[in-house]
């Protein structure tokens, strides 16, 4: 129970803090000398997070579901959905390839460290005004395609997509709104599939619930936590981190 809880911690600060969870899943262990958890539970623990950012983004999805009489609501769903489309169809046709990738540690450590590069290189990006309302489809193709990148571990899904929103225009916590809730049917599509994979492998052990849940209450922390940061430092924070975290385990590895 104990190692399901750590791992939902990892999951939980590093879903939503633009530093890679997928990166910290395969470097965690390999710094430590742990098995690193599979996929399947990987995903599982996405659960978690995935009840975290509903939560915390409760009152814009109730407000989705006035799609029929809300023009704004019509539009962000639009939005999410082109935006979901790029990370999908990547997500399918290589998830063979994927999973081979995510065995790999100094790999990794490499995108982490490109991760930190990006996010410095969007300090560098004008502060815009836009909100969510105002998205184009333009937009969603764009932080869509940066979301599926997201894809290969160490690269990090909130710091690709918030900083491909900033890049549109987009005020830097109208950025995270796009981001994270862009990332609602990406996390779950992912942890809906392989939780069932693993309740059919008979996998799924109650253990398991304790870093679901470990998950849920760090990534509503960690999400607070950022969206109260990000106006006044930005990504500048994380770039420092990716980079120097990064470049320590490309070392040690």
Known sequence: MLTAAFWGLVQ??????????????????????????DLATS?????????????????????????????????????????TVPAAVIGIVFDRKIEIIFSEPWLAAALL?????????????PRGARHLESGRTGDALVVGWAQALALLPGVSRSG?????????????????RF????????IAGAGSLKAADLVRQGGFEPAM???????????????D?????LGRYGLAPYAVYCIVFGSLAWWLV
Request: proline share 4%; aromatic share 8%; charged share 10%.
């Open 12 to 37: 939980g600060l590093t879903e939503f803090l633009p530093v890679s969870s997928s990166g910290h899943l395969v470097l965690v262990p390999a710094l430590l000398g742990m098995e690193e958890p």
């Open 43 to 83: 995903a599982v623990l996405h659960l978690g997070t995935l009840a975290a950012v509903l939560w915390y983004y409760r009152h814009d999805l109730a407000r989705l579901a006035r799609v029929r009489t809300d023009p704004d609501a019509r539009r962000i769903l639009w939005l999410l959905a082109v935006g």
């Open 113 to 125: 460290i490109g991760t930190g590069a990006v996010l410095a290189l969007g300090l560098l990006i």
């Open 160 to 176: 690709m997509t918030m900083t491909a929103a900033m890049a549109q225009g987009f005020e830097r916590v109208q950025a995270a």
């Open 179 to 186: 981001a994270f809730l862009l990332a609602v049917p990406a």
């Open 209 to 223: 619930l304790a870093g679901v849940a470990t998950a849920a209450v760090s990534g509503y922390f960690a999400i």
């Open 225 to 229: 936590v950022l969206i109260r940061l």
